[in-house]
């Protein structure tokens, strides 16, 4: 019996020997089976997970909405009045065009009076106008106000100093003038969607106003040296992107001259990516001027010589003419580059309606009013529908086409690719 056992311990024994031999052979064989794929595949898997991936840099693009001179003559002045509470209020004028600011990144617009907060206010030839424009202007939605024009010193010094007060109250930035030298050298920076902007402005001169000896730091004056002296500034305080205002040009022309044209050239080769012209009181071409370096190679930025006035009492030819002017910039992601993509505009028509009118002034969008006619609806008389399709190519015949430099770049992707 003893025997008997353990000649079958030992059988056991051998059996459980043979099966875990069998096992590991089995084992080998499936491991070996593997395809070589498989194995790598598994390899760079598990080496992956301690490999960071760099991922790439989104680009940021943001949109500047620009405008021309604000120009409160007499009868906007009156116009804006209300004589039972002694207050007043230009909203009534942007009540068609308020949705044009809703998606910009900024809006600019250049402030050709002064704001002394002292009666009486008065139009042309010596501007001072209700302090309460300002705070109309930033419910538009405007950011900053240029202020260096021919009108800036038509108060004098106290002019400018309460003009820039008015300002801040309103929550509206400004370039242009000064209250102080530290003011004078102090750059106004905008983060653009983390596009670090610099945002200068100059004019040809004052009307003959005299700049208070001892106060030159009040105004900018259009100066070759000066200019670059700012642009350098700006630069070396980090700038990506700079936009400058120029107060410039001849009245009532429609068309640039030499020196606007050379000044835009000067702007550019020095790293201005934005031109916003004002004072002609007209619009003037908008483009993508090219300029050439001393080294051969070139430069480019957007120009617009001339936005017209925003909103004024004017009446000779041209000057109700006006356009809303979006840019969009763009800031490489991978380079740090800026580019203008799109420089595109909304033609508008600053509208009489007669001396009698409760509401004299408003401000017309000739392209909601063309389409809105031209789908049926009634809001809007075939006489204003008349007016907006004249205006609008009148607008158009000045300004020139939109741009759209992204059309080009994805022409020039799409040959690229159908050559390769």
Same mark, same amino acid.
């Given at each position: ?7 079958n311990? /030992? ?20 491991f070996?089976?593997?395809?070589? $794929?498989?194995?790598?595949d ?6 992956? *997970? ?5 991922? $790439?840099k ?7 909405? @620009? ?9 906007? !002045?009156k116009d @804006? ?5 002694? +207050?007043y ?7 068609y ?5 809703? !998606? ?5 617009? *250049?402030?050709e009076?002064?704001?002394?907060? $002292?009666?009486?206010?008065s139009?042309?030839p010596m501007? !001072? /106008?209700p +302090? %309460? ?10 950011d900053?106000?240029?202020t260096?024009?021919?009108h800036?010193?038509?108060?004098g010094?106290s002019?400018?100093?309460s ?7 309103a929550?509206?930035? %400004?370039?242009?003038? @000064?209250?102080?030298q ?15 902007? @610099?945002?200068?402005?100059f ?5 003959g ?8 730091y ?8 000066s200019?670059?002296?700012k ?6 305080e ?6 400058v ?24 080769k ?7 012209g ?36 004017q009446?000779y ?7 809303i ?9 991978e ?12 033609p508008?028509?600053d509208?009489? !309606?007669?001396? /009698?009118?409760?509401?004299r ?16 609806e009634?809001?809007w008389?075939?006489s ?18 939109e741009?759209?430099?992204?059309? +080009? ?6 040959e ?5």
């Amino acid at each position: 019996m003893g025997k008997h056992q353990k000649k079958n311990n /030992s059988s056991v024994k051998i059996l459980i020997l043979l099966l875990f031999i069998v096992i590991i052979l089995l084992g080998v064989k499936v491991f070996n089976g593997k395809s070589i $794929k498989q194995l790598k595949d598994a390899d760079f898997e598990n080496n992956s *997970n301690n490999i960071e991936v760099e991922e $790439k840099k989104e680009d940021s693009v943001a949109t500047i909405v @620009a405008c021309g001179d604000t120009l409160c003559h007499s009868p906007v !002045n009156k116009d @804006a009045y209300n004589s039972s509470t002694d +207050e007043y209020d230009f909203s009534t004028i942007f009540k068609y065009i308020t949705d044009k600011f809703e !998606n910009k990144t900024v809006a600019v617009g *250049n402030l050709e009076t002064t704001l002394t907060g $002292k009666k009486p206010y008065s139009g042309y030839p010596m501007f !001072n /106008s209700p +302090e %309460h424009l300002a705070i109309d202007l930033k419910e538009l939605g405007f950011d900053i106000m240029t202020t260096a024009n021919n009108h800036a010193l038509d108060r004098g010094y106290s002019g400018i100093v309460s003009t820039l007060d008015y300002l801040d109250q309103a929550g509206l930035a %400004h370039t242009g003038t @000064a209250r102080s030298q530290e003011e004078q050298d102090t750059i106004l920076f905008k983060d653009l969607n983390g596009i670090k902007t @610099a945002f200068l402005c100059f004019t040809y001169g004052t009307n003959g106003n005299a700049i208070p000896s001892g106060k030159e730091y009040c105004i900018n004056l259009i100066d070759k040296d000066s200019i670059k002296q700012k642009i350098d500034k700006a630069k070396d305080e980090g700038a990506e992107a700079i936009v400058v205002s120029m107060h410039w040009g001849i009245e009532y022309q429609t068309k640039q001259n030499s020196e606007q044209e050379d000044l835009a050239e000067f702007l550019i080769k020095n790293d201005v990516n934005v031109v916003l012209g004002c004072h002609p009181h007209v619009l003037e071409p908008l483009e993508m001027k090219e300029a050439t370096m001393d080294d051969g190679t070139k430069k480019e930025g957007l120009v617009i010589y001339s936005m017209g006035n925003f909103f004024s009492a004017q009446v000779y030819p041209n000057t109700r003419d006006t356009i809303i002017l979006n840019v969009q910039i763009r800031k490489s992601g991978e380079t740090g580059k800026i580019s203008i993509d799109k420089a595109t505009y909304t033609p508008v028509y600053d509208f009489d !309606n007669g001396s /009698s009118a409760k509401d004299r002034y408003t401000l017309l969008d000739l392209d909601e009013i063309i389409s809105s006619y031209q789908s049926g609806e009634d809001k809007w008389s075939k006489s204003k529908y008349d007016l907006a399709v004249t205006e609008k190519k009148r607008i158009e015949n000045i300004v020139g086409p939109e741009i759209d430099n992204t059309k +080009e770049n994805n022409e020039i992707s799409e040959e690229t690719n159908t050559s390769n």
